[in-house]
């Protein structure tokens, strides 16, 4: 094994990063990134993004449109053809390559597990290579088994024992064995069922909230992204960031129509709830359904909580589901409501961080107001952001919550539901 001489990346020599995010992660800069394959396929076009530590962005966006080999081009399995991607500050190229990937944990679809190797030897395979005993590397590829919800009995198994939801947890373990500060999972929940991706991805949430990684993520499927991420890269057919934003912005404030149509006009109204928690005084909000008459006066029912001037409305379906917010000021009295009148606000329904969705429903909404809907998505109520705030602050007295970790002075630092 050879020595870096690059002490600020590799794992074992980092000096720790001082303030927010001590267990010591890194920052990963691309400046102006391209990629075009030797047979003039342009992958990736002039890439310019901060992926910043301890926090999990995502990648997403139609298959082809450069997101893997963007992920590639930061472990150097693939290499830009224009451009640079700095790891805290220093340039890749000037890493080497295997010294840069022991540092970086990969985890892909389908796992990539070695088929003749049990489930402990697969997990310690990067350890071993660095040179600690088998022994102690079998110890705690166990301990990590545990930590992705694994029992201890599958260590003694082969891969193809195992179920798909089993293999991607072992992929897990496995990318996690040598502490890397960086991890980058390409689809990786991306072949298993639906249920069992809901599971892997809720303990993924978990795992991270307790790890702290810098994790690049890659995903086709924008309700991943949304659910996972700290921020969402989406890029576009041809290799182009599209938008780098919050969950609740890329959903809200979509940057062009390209993003609005693959975030769908749909999701935008099912961000508009979040599931109630209970400690959230919840205020009566009156409604108005689609297709009826904005009535005279509307909305002004809804004054002293937040929205002052009574300007919004908050218009539903038929089966009182939130579809947006109407603005009272821009149509007449009379107007029949229709989709193409509303406004959509931005949050994420979650119930493992409701505090903190409905405190980005209530600052994301246009109205000020989140809507609290039941478990059939019908609305209940809304509730304003100071509302939210005094939950929060109630709650740190309390027992620990995920929404604990919101800072009420950088409320939208992490939007949405990933805790
Ligand atoms: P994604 O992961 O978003 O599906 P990729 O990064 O895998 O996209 O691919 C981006 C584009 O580059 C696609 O058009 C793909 O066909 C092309 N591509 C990927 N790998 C190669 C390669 N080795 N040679 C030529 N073209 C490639
Ligand atoms: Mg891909």
Request: glycine fraction near 10%; include cysteine.
């Amino acid at each position: 094994m050879t020595h870096s001489t690059h002490r600020s990346f590799t794992p074992t020599a980092r000096t720790p990063t001082p303030q927010a995010y001590p267990k010591g992660t890194a920052v990963i800069n691309f400046q102006s990134v391209s990629k075009v394959y030797p047979d003039g396929t342009p992958a990736v076009q002039d890439l310019t993004i901060e992926i910043p530590t301890g926090r999990i962005t995502v990648f997403v966006g139609p298959s082809g449109c450069g997101k893997t080999t963007s992920l590639r081009m930061i472990n150097r399995m693939i290499e830009p053809t224009g451009g640079t991607v700095l790891i805290d500050g220093q340039d890749t190229r000037s890493i080497d390559a295997p010294m840069l990937r022991r540092g970086i944990g990969y985890v892909i679809q389908n796992a990539g597990l070695f088929p003749h190797r049990t489930v402990l030897d697969n997990i310690a395979t990067v350890p071993v290579l660095q040179g600690k005993s088998r022994r102690s590397a079998r110890a705690a590829a166990g301990d990590l088994l545990a930590r992705v919800g694994l029992d201890a009995a599958m260590g003694n198994r082969y891969p193809a024992q195992l179920s798909g939801g089993q293999q991607q947890r072992v992929g897990v373990a496995r990318a996690l064995a040598a502490d890397p500060p960086v991890m980058l999972m390409d689809e990786p929940f991306s072949a298993v069922d639906p249920v069992v991706r809901s599971q892997l991805q809720d303990e993924f949430i978990r795992l991270q909230s307790e790890l702290g990684k810098t994790i690049v993520f890659v995903t086709h499927d924008i309700d991943e992204a949304v659910k996972l991420g700290d921020q969402i890269a989406v890029f576009a057919v041809g290799g182009r960031l599209a938008q780098f934003a919050s969950p609740a912005d890329v959903l809200s404030r979509p940057a062009d129509d390209f993003v609005a149509d693959f975030v769908g006009r749909d999701r935008g109204y099912r961000a508009l709830s979040f599931v109630v928690s209970e400690d959230l005084p919840l205020h009566d909000e009156p409604t108005l359904t689609l297709g009826r008459p904005v009535p005279a006066g509307a909305g002004s029912a809804a004054e002293g909580i937040g929205d002052d001037h009574g300007q919004w409305l908050l218009v539903v379906d038929e089966k009182h589901q939130p579809r947006g917010w109407l603005d009272c000021l821009r149509v007449p009295e009379g107007h029949l409501v229709t989709p193409d009148d509303l406004v959509l606000g931005g949050s994420l329904a979650g119930p493992e961080a409701s505090l903190r969705t409905a405190l980005d429903a209530a600052l994301s909404s246009p109205s000020g107001r989140g809507v609290a809907v039941d478990g059939e998505t019908k609305v209940i109520g809304t509730v304003a952001a100071r509302d939210v705030l005094d939950a929060i602050e109630k709650s740190r007295g309390a027992t620990p919550d995920p929404a604990e970790r919101i800072e009420p002075s950088d409320p939208l630092s992490k939007a949405g539901a990933a805790t």
